[in-house]
């Protein structure tokens, strides 16, 4: 398995502009999420999907924000428009959640973000 | 509120040489703890899960103990190595809380030669 797949790795836009990462997760998982990671505020949690559906998006910092799960192995997290604060490196990750709940998360590559 | 606290927030070492990272955490109730390591410019990726009723779980030189009394964990590496260099980060999981993780700030490590 190729693992969690994300593009693009490196995104460097001005401000004001519709950014749009992807992310392909492990397959035959059910859960997906969508973390921020800054040196200030290390991992952040933004939006978290379970089969395909919006569980928990209360990290999502704002209206610019949005994420989309249209299927099982595609979503995308768009920032519109960026300000130079949406500056990060965005991973995101896939489990499977059993009956137990709360399985391995395997992260992604990343993107790194730089909106200047 | 839910928070994991690590310490130190950074760490030198000589290579060869062992050490112990800190993680407490007032996540409550408890499911599991992790501990990831992330390398620069990659993605976390983890070397221990330990539930409730474990208090030690080794992963070649990489040694995790929790107490779950205290809600403490440490994260042992022994005889470390340059590859080791990178940022260790306390992962705590809430009981009922589906997938949802709380993570620590990490502890950045960088062995020297």
């Known amino acids: 398995d190729a693992g969690v797949i994300q593009s693009p790795r490196h995104e460097v836009t001005e401000m004001g502009q519709e950014v749009t990462l992807r992310c392909k997760p492990i397959s035959g998982h059910n859960s997906l999420f969508w973390y921020r990671q800054t040196m200030m505020r290390g991992l952040e949690l933004l939006i978290y999907?379970?089969?395909?559906?919006?569980?928990?998006d209360s990290g999502m910092p704002e209206d610019r924000f949005s994420a989309k799960m249209p299927n099982a192995s595609f979503s995308t997290l768009k920032i519109q428009p960026s300000e130079p604060r949406d500056s990060a490196v965005y991973f995101c990750a896939s489990s499977q959640a059993g009956t137990s709940g709360g399985h391995e998360q395997y992260f992604g590559p990343g993107t790194r973000l730089t909106v200047t | 509120k839910n928070q994991v606290e690590q310490s130190p927030q950074s760490l030198i070492i000589l290579e060869g040489k062992n050490c112990t990272l800190q993680c407490n955490y007032t996540v409550s109730p408890f499911s599991n703890l992790r501990w990831y390591k992330q390398d620069t410019g990659r993605g976390p990726v983890s070397l221990t899960i330990m539930t409730f009723s474990e208090n030690t779980k080794s992963n070649g030189r990489y040694t995790a103990t929790l107490d779950a009394d205290t809600k403490q964990s440490s994260l042992h590496i022994t005889a470390s190595q340059l590859s080791d260099s990178a940022s260790y980060i306390c992962?705590?999981?809430?009981?009922?809380?589906?997938?949802?993780?709380?993570f620590g700030g990490g502890t950045r490590l960088m062995v020297k030669p």
């Open positions: 999907f379970n089969n395909n559906v919006p569980i928990d």
């Open positions: 992962v705590v999981r809430r009981n009922n809380a589906g997938n949802m993780l709380t």
